[in-house]
């Protein structure tokens, strides 16, 4: 069993940043793939970023040169790092965790750990 918990969400203005951290439990972190799904009200969970247990990243285009997945194993922590925010990205940020994949998968079902989610909002 795998307990995620994020934090690091907040209110910020367009143009700033927030650092989302997922912090997981469990002695097998290393080996999952992990994924930053965020969604918005209204909308469909969507990936954000992701990262393979070799280490691959993803990231969305939308996303793309601003946000920075990275992850600690030693800390068993996965890290959203969001720069130059703008109001679209508002939305409740997730992590999650596949242990059954090496790959970062965007189907959102094949993921087997899900985070509480925390609350990213972007003013204009």
């Known amino acids: 069993q795998v307990q995620l918990v994020e934090s690091g969400g907040g209110l910020v203005q367009a143009g700033g940043s927030l650092r989302l951290s997922c912090a997981a439990s469990g002695r097998t972190f290393s080996s999952y793939a992990m994924g930053w799904f965020r969604q918005a009200p209204g909308k469909q969970r969507e990936l954000v970023a992701g990262?393979?247990?070799?280490?691959?990243?993803y990231y969305a285009d939308s996303v793309k040169g601003r946000f920075t997945i990275s992850r600690d194993s030693a800390k068993n922590t996965v890290y959203l790092q969001m720069n130059s925010l703008k109001p679209e990205d508002t939305a409740v940020y997730y992590c999650?965790?596949?242990?059954?994949?090496?790959?970062?998968?965007?189907?959102?079902?094949?993921?087997?750990?899900w985070g509480q989610g925390t609350q990213v909002t972007v003013s204009s």
């Open positions: 990262i393979s247990s070799g280490g691959s990243i």
């Open positions: 999650a965790a596949d242990n059954r994949r090496s790959y970062v998968s965007g189907s959102p079902g094949v993921y087997d750990y």
